[in-house]
């Protein structure tokens, strides 16, 4: 009798979902913008961004270089300019990100093999991008300087280095983002759909109805459980699919372990969810302490910036997030086939996050009811 009132409540709980309007649209639209706009639009590469040359040498050298900058699909455009102020005035109302100034002895100084120095200067209000487009210019005058007859001649003493990337050997952004994208969306959705269960409940008038029904208060929360879990592993199965079918990025590790790690992942965020549920009085609250939740987690997850990189109080903050621990799992297993023995060492922290915070959802809950 116990399962068939669950299952009747599962079923209950799926009927609400798929005819409101409102949960349709999370269920459809946030999981598909954020594949396209993600794996297309958020990218740390450069591109498409303008400088300007001023070259003050007259010899070979400098065209040279100005024509290879031009010649680069970094850049859009690359305007000339003669006039120092012209390239001050540039910089200050960012009509260009860089500016590069090749010295009156460039071309001389080239030639017999002494240092040859190229300025370049930088629009700091885009520090990361002007670092990037700094790196490109870097690379351009490199290459020039090889091919010069003084580099050539050099060439024989110099050690030769060749650079391998592995698990992502073109540098391909999408390998880095998509993978990522199964975890975050995930997330997205698993949290609202379970923060919005209870609350519709509430919205609608038929919380009470739920009580008074003969469903234990344990049975009420996991028939909530179960729905997110289910359509999180859907999304899950989907964009594993876009990832290798529609993008090409290899899954190299073990499925099977990616979804029983998944399933670690999913509870412990419907306890988060069923939390933020339990203290939301209408699916407006619901939706906003779940975007209250989302953006910290993000930020906090190692998704687009390292967790190193952050400083070391708010390093504390991460080890309570499990985007944390999914992200390092899912990457490893699309690009390095990741060892059966680091997936369960990423899983055990999701599991005591789910110990914690299912039942402390549980007790808000029931604390809600007296």
């Known amino acids: 009798m116990e399962l068939t009132r669950l299952l009747a409540l599962v079923r209950k709980e799926f009927l609400a979902l798929f005819r409101d309007p409102k949960s349709r649209m999370i269920l459809i639209a946030p999981p598909v913008l954020q594949l396209l706009v993600f794996s297309y639009a958020a990218t740390l590469e450069v591109r498409n961004v303008d400088v300007m040359v001023l070259n003050r040498d007259a010899g ?67 520090s990361n991008a002007s670092q990037i487009v700094s790196g490109y210019i870097s690379s351009i005058a490199t290459g020039l300087a090889a091919d010069t007859p003084a580099g050539q001649r050099l060439a024989s003493v110099r050690v030769g280095t060749v650079a391998r990337n592995w698990f992502n050997p073109n540098l391909d952004f999408k390998w880095f983002m998509v993978p990522g994208l199964v975890a975050s969306i995930a997330m997205l959705v698993g949290l609202l759909v379970t923060a919005l269960s209870i609350a519709r409940e509430r919205e609608l008038g038929t919380f009470d109805q739920l009580m008074v029904s003969p469903l234990r208060t344990h049975e009420i929360l996991v028939g909530k459980v179960i729905p997110p879990i289910l359509i999180g592993f859907l999304h899950i199965t989907l964009f594993v699919l876009a990832a290798v079918w529609i993008f090409g990025i290899p899954l190299r590790g073990s499925v099977v ?91 055990v922290p999701m599991a005591l996050i789910a110990c914690v915070t299912l039942p402390t959802a549980g007790w808000l809950f029931r604390r809600r009811l007296e």
Do not use: C
Request: proline share 4%; net charge negative; charged share 20%.
């Open 60 to 126: 070979h050298w400098g065209s040279e270089l100005t024509s290879r900058i031009e010649a680069s699909p970094q850049f859009r455009l690359v305007r000339r300019t003669d006039n120092p102020e012209e390239l001050r005035e540039a910089i200050d109302r960012e009509r260009v990100i860089a500016a590069v100034e090749i010295g009156a002895d460039f071309s001389r100084n080239i030639e017999a093999g002494e240092t040859a120095d190229v300025a370049i200067i930088l629009d700091g209000r885009r």
């Open 257 to 347: 372990a990616l979804y029983v790690a998944a399933f670690f992942y999913l509870i412990s965020l419907v306890g988060f969810g069923l939390f933020i549920s339990a203290l939301a009085a209408t699916q407006q609250q619901a939706i906003l302490g779940a975007f209250l939740f989302l953006a910290p987690a993000m930020l906090l997850s190692g998704f687009a910036t390292p967790i190193a990189n952050m400083p070391e109080w708010l390093q504390i903050l991460t080890y309570v997030n499990p985007l944390r621990y999914f992200l390092v799992i899912v990457r490893g297993v699309f690009l390095k086939d990741i060892p059966i023995a680091e997936i369960v060492v990423e899983t």
